[in-house]
């Protein structure tokens, strides 16, 4: 037989030389070479520019260049790309003036701002303004020059820590949020005081720099944000609260801005009545925010004014059944709210849903349950609809309803509603959670009962009831032929096996 012929691999070298050996006879052929024959200068024109595919341009012109184009597409670009040319200004600044340069700091604040305000990022925006903050301090920034741009822009950067600090603050004392942001629990809100402190020595420093109109500015963004400060910590009373108010208050009247006067009338009513001892001092602001919402309305009668006016006796009425002011005037109150959201709004709204809400609060405390069970049921088709199945708003109030229910000893109903917060409180919270137990613990109490577990629980698949269940052989035997011989089909045992 002829021996088959094997093919030897190329080594690395062989191929090196096998390739520069094609590469030699292919310049050498005339024809082909004068084809790949490159003529620069033949390529360009007469100007003999070069052109390439490289940005020669200096970081200079680059900022210059990107500055001029995002104030150009300022109103048409999207919100990526508005990103994009605040990073890239980012980068070209720390190029052109260094990592550690009030310019760069400047860049930073621009994209804390843009996270905060644009994307709704706190632990982003949290970020980069620290980063300013890092920058002032190595350049050793104090309220102590007379520099205005510095002294302007470090007020602004303690001003946006102060301001990010609250909102992580709020976001960690709110009870009702789902699921609560890890990073935005671990920003440090320990430094409020002594911004706010930094805050007023800038300020000083600003009042001889600046413009009385610009300055005055400043003062509200610095009276508003101390406001804040104050309206976020109810655990002890702040006894300079009702000047800081009343300036507040002023100021705003002053240059005729109702809706900032009313909106400052119902945060101080909301803070006053958190104290035993100031709960008249926080109806009387209450009180004043309705008088003037009312007045507005009746000289600018509009759909905002209404409803600003609704929202501001619904939050007397809300604070009023929380102080356990349970009297025929407070369901008056709800009302009177309910009808002013509806001539805004035909339809049942989320305002008016809420307000239903309160309302069936104000109902259970008066023993009025029946009242509160119809409000309650009548309403929760549109919270499914507004708000989704799998909404806090339906969660609560199918947990709302089936507890009625129970007290008011209509079982089946209870069971009813119960099993469905069960089944929509193990998907949203989770088999362990708290909410979720106390629901379980209610509905095998249910099942003790012999009525309810014989109608709901017993033959049922997650509550939805089935038929009767198929005929078992085990249980119970048929003389019938065919059923006869399968039994015995069953039941034969299989030969023993006999070991050699």
Request: glycine share 2%; net charge negative; with cysteine.
């Amino acid at each position: 037989m002829p021996e088959k012929v094997r093919n030897r691999p190329l080594s690395a070298s062989r191929k090196r030389r096998q390739n520069s050996s094609r590469r030699s006879s292919f310049n050498a052929d005339p024809v082909l070479s004068e084809r790949t024959t490159f003529n620069p200068e033949s390529m360009l024109p007469a100007t003999n520019i070069f052109y390439s595919g490289l940005d020669l341009r200096s970081t200079k012109e680059k900022l210059e260049s990107l500055e001029n184009e995002m104030k150009l597409l300022e109103d048409d670009s999207t919100s990526e790309e508005h990103l994009n040319s605040l990073v890239l200004m980012q980068l070209y600044t720390s190029l052109e003036y260094g990592e550690i340069s009030i310019e760069n700091a400047r860049t930073y604040l621009n994209l804390s701002k843009f996270y905060f305000n644009h994307k709704n990022l706190l632990p982003q925006a949290k970020t980069h303004i620290l980063n300013a903050r890092q920058i002032l301090e190595q350049l050793n920034i104090k309220p102590i020059d007379d520099h205005l741009n510095q002294n302007l822009f470090a007020f602004e950067v303690y001003f946006l820590l102060i301001k990010y600090s609250l909102q992580a603050k709020q976001h960690s004392s709110q009870r009702d949020i789902k699921i609560k942001n890890k990073h935005i629990l671990s920003i440090e809100t320990t430094h409020i005081d002594h911004d706010l402190e930094l805050i007023e020595q800038y300020l000083e420093k600003l009042k001889h720099l600046m413009s009385s109109t610009d300055y005055e500015e400043k003062c509200m963004e610095y009276l508003n944000i101390k406001f804040d400060i104050i309206i976020t910590n109810t655990k002890e009373f702040n006894y300079h609260m009702p000047e800081l108010a009343k300036e507040i208050i002023d100021k705003y009247s002053s240059l005729n801005q109702i809706k900032h006067q009313i909106d400052i009338y119902l945060r101080c009513g909301f803070y006053f009545v958190s104290f035993n001892d100031h709960i008249e001092d926080g109806f009387n602001y209450y009180k004043k925010a309705v008088e003037l919402a009312e007045e507005i309305e009746k000289h600018e009668p509009s759909d905002v004014h209404k409803y600003q006016l609704a929202n501001a006796i619904f939050q007397w009425a809300k604070a009023r059944v929380r102080c356990d002011r349970l009297t025929d005037n407070t369901e008056r109150k709800f009302r009177r709210a309910i009808e002013l959201y509806k001539q805004v709004n035909d339809e049942n709204d989320k305002n008016i849903l809420r307000t239903i809400d309160e309302l069936a609060i104000f109902y259970t405390k008066t023993d009025r349950f029946q009242d509160a069970l119809n409000i309650l049921c009548d309403s929760l088709l549109d919270k499914k609809r507004l708000f989704g199945d799998f909404s806090e708003e339906v969660i609560q109030s199918e947990s709302r309803i089936g507890a009625i229910y129970l007290r008011e000893c209509e079982y089946l109903n209870a069971a009813e509603h119960l099993k469905e917060c069960l089944d929509l409180q193990e998907f949203v919270y989770g088999p362990k959670d708290s909410r979720t137990c106390q629901t379980r613990d209610a509905l095998e109490i249910l099942k003790k009962d012999p009525t309810v577990s014989r109608t709901y629980f017993s033959r049922t698949n997650d509550g939805i009831r089935q038929g009767r269940p198929a005929f078992r052989l085990s249980n119970k035997v048929s003389y019938a032929k065919d059923d006869n011989d399968v039994l015995l089909t069953v039941t034969k045992k299989p030969p023993i096996s006999s070991k050699n």
